[in-house]
């Protein structure tokens, strides 16, 4: 049995780097700091900070697992275009000072609506028209971004002070923030659907062997557009939360983030190729490059200086998995197992 526990924590060698250097660098950020990194003030900072890109790249692993070169480029747009399209719509029918609780809810579901219809939109061309993922998502994401700028006529969209809604960005909940709150649960969430439903099964299989998969009965075309409805929620709740943390939406908002977030999923070991990816590996990808970031902050660093870091980081996260998985990464082979 104890043998057993061990072998079951230390066999994913990407798992135990991403702990490692979790660990390290918060112990040399303390330390550097005198304390101040791990002060009650950054720790809230940093929780309400990681939300927005962690959802994002939860939205990328969703993407790359289902395979035929999955990636969602289109969730900075889809993000944007969900917050303002609520921004612009919310004040003409409902007062916040009035109704505080309606708008917000009305705006949080006018938000994730948003999301799972532009989702949709690309799971039904991609199923539908069979077109490959990564280009399918490049025109969409350019859809998604000239439709808020139209919206907008390229400048932001002004969102009024309600104060459950502006919680959401900005609130804390038992001293935790609400954005980091919403963060955990959509890993969880997906975390159990991945691991103990029929769709992460299914989903894992397409991505593995796409002909094993057609000739068990799995509903390809059902299956993804169902992940990139998936994908496209996760990125309009990152846009909640950026439009409630800024009081503002902005066509333009976070352009950087798509890379960081393939970054992030890439780092996690999420193969590209499809059929592998762990949620837990990519949430502590996500919060090594939060304190990496946070702690270059502290320390008046350039934020050059953090992207040559977060590179070094990637090419040694990928040297530390083995030649197996950046096999895999590369496209030479492929996980042909389920973890």
């Known amino acids: 049995m104890k043998s057993s526990l061990s072998a079951r924590l230390f066999h994913d060698r990407q798992l135990n780097f991403l702990l490692a250097v979790n660990v390290l660098v918060v112990l040399v950020a303390t330390w550097i700091s005198h304390g101040q990194f791990v002060s009650l003030d950054n720790l809230q900072s940093m929780g309400g900070q990681l939300p927005e890109l962690g959802l994002l790249a939860l939205g990328i692993m969703l993407s790359m697992v289902s395979g035929n070169g999955g990636i969602d480029l289109s969730g900075v747009g889809l993000a944007n275009l969900s917050g303002m399209v609520a921004a612009l719509i919310v004040p003409k029918f409902i007062s916040g000072d009035d109704s505080p609780m309606l708008y917000t809810s009305v705006f949080c ?89 029929p769709f992460g099964l299914r989903l894992y299989l397409m991505g593995t062997n796409p ?42 908002y976070g352009n950087s983030y798509l890379l960081i977030a393939i970054l992030i999923a890439v780092m996690g070991g999420v193969n590209p ?56 990464i590369f496209g030479f082979a492929q996980p042909n197992q389920r973890r």
């Open 109 to 197: 579901a006018i938000v994730v609506c948003m999301g799972a219809i532009g989702g949709f939109i690309n799971g039904v061309v991609i199923a539908r028209l069979r077109l490959t993922p990564i280009l399918c998502t490049l025109g969409t994401q350019l859809l998604f971004t000239g439709c808020a700028v139209v919206l907008s006529n390229g400048a932001s969209v002004h969102v009024d002070y309600v104060e459950p809604l502006s919680d959401i960005g900005n609130g804390t909940w038992f001293q935790v923030p609400v954005a980091f709150v919403i963060f955990i649960a959509a890993v969880v969430v997906l975390g159990w659907l991945l691991r103990r439903s």
């Open 211 to 252: 002909k094993a998969a057609f000739y068990t009965g799995i509903p390809r075309t059902r299956m993804l557009i169902l992940t990139y409805t998936m994908c496209g929620i996760l990125a309009s709740l990152a846009g909640l939360i950026s439009v409630t943390h800024t009081s503002s939406a902005k066509w333009d």
């Open 273 to 328: 190729a499809g059929g592998y990816g762990r949620i837990v590996c990519v949430f502590f990808a996500a919060t090594v490059l939060q304190f990496l970031s946070s702690f270059f902050n502290l320390l008046g660093v350039s934020q050059f200086f953090g992207d040559c870091a977060w590179g070094f980081l990637l090419l040694l996260s990928l040297a530390f998995a083995g030649g197996e998985r950046v096999r895999a």
